[in-house]
């Protein structure tokens, strides 16, 4: 990869005591130029236990939500002339080891937002839930209908883009609505919309049953990740 082409990887992360340590153990060197935790108010050790691990380590005082953390990750790529960001999750799903494989098509000058999915060639999950397999899948059916984007995995918040992408300014992202699970499914759509080169690799998702798999409500949470479809399809909201 280019030595000029800087990269960053946010992670947004409540609660993730033990978890993101192991996360951030498993980095190897050179993966990135930097990489980022910002932690969304934790009760716990979550940031210390980052920061021991090397992590540069962004605070919000209260729980703003994940939308909200992972901006303050980006605001602070962009402050600081990071040319691509990584975005995964705190709790150890994600594989650090594939974040070449999402950055090397920025690098290429191939596209301008890569999505992760574990869907693509083939299902790339260890211990999925039966009840996350079939929504992750339907969700996925209602962005392709609603974006014409061939999406095989639109909920996987493992993903790359240029910084030119959060840049443009017709993608809002510092909009209140976006503070929780809302960002992450406006982003990609928006890129989507606005012409931004997208395209999909295949990355693994592992599920920690014994520690929890996720910390979304159902129906309230679940509408969340929904309605950014709706509003912009709609043309509620930009």
């Known amino acids: 990869m280019d030595t000029n082409f800087r990269t960053a990887c946010v992670i947004p992360a409540l609660d993730e005591q033990g978890k993101i340590g192991r996360l951030l153990e498993r980095f190897s060197t050179g993966a990135v130029d930097e990489v980022i935790v910002v932690d969304d108010g934790s009760r716990d050790a979550t940031a210390a236990e980052a920061r021991d691990a090397g992590a540069t380590v962004l605070s919000h005082v209260r729980q703003r939500g994940v939308g909200a953390a992972i901006r303050t990750g980006i605001d602070y790529a962009l402050e600081n002339g990071f040319d691509a960001v990584v975005v995964m999750g ?3 799903q994600d594989d650090p080891a594939e974040i070449r494989g999402l ?11 890569v999505q992760g999915s574990r869907r693509l060639n083939g299902r790339r999950t260890i211990d999925m839930p039966l009840f996350r397999r079939v929504t992750t899948k339907v969700y996925s059916l209602g962005f392709r209908l609603a974006t014409g984007f061939r999406s095989t995995d639109a909920t996987n918040g493992f993903r790359a883009f240029s910084t030119a992408v959060p840049r443009d300014p017709r993608i809002r992202l510092h909009q209140d609505w976006l503070d929780t699970y809302e960002l992450e499914p406006y982003l990609l759509f928006q890129a989507i919309r606005c012409d931004w080169r997208v ?21 309230r949470d679940w509408w969340r990740i929904l309605r950014p479809i709706v509003f912009l399809r709609l043309g509620l909201r930009s």
Request: charged share 35%; aromatic share 8%.
């Open 90 to 92: 705190g709790d150890d």
């Open 103 to 113: 950055l090397d098509p920025l690098a290429r000058g191939e596209a301008d937002f």
């Open 199 to 219: 395209v999909e690799v295949p990355v693994t998702k592992r599920y920690h049953r014994d520690l929890g798999y996720t910390k979304m409500l159902p129906g």
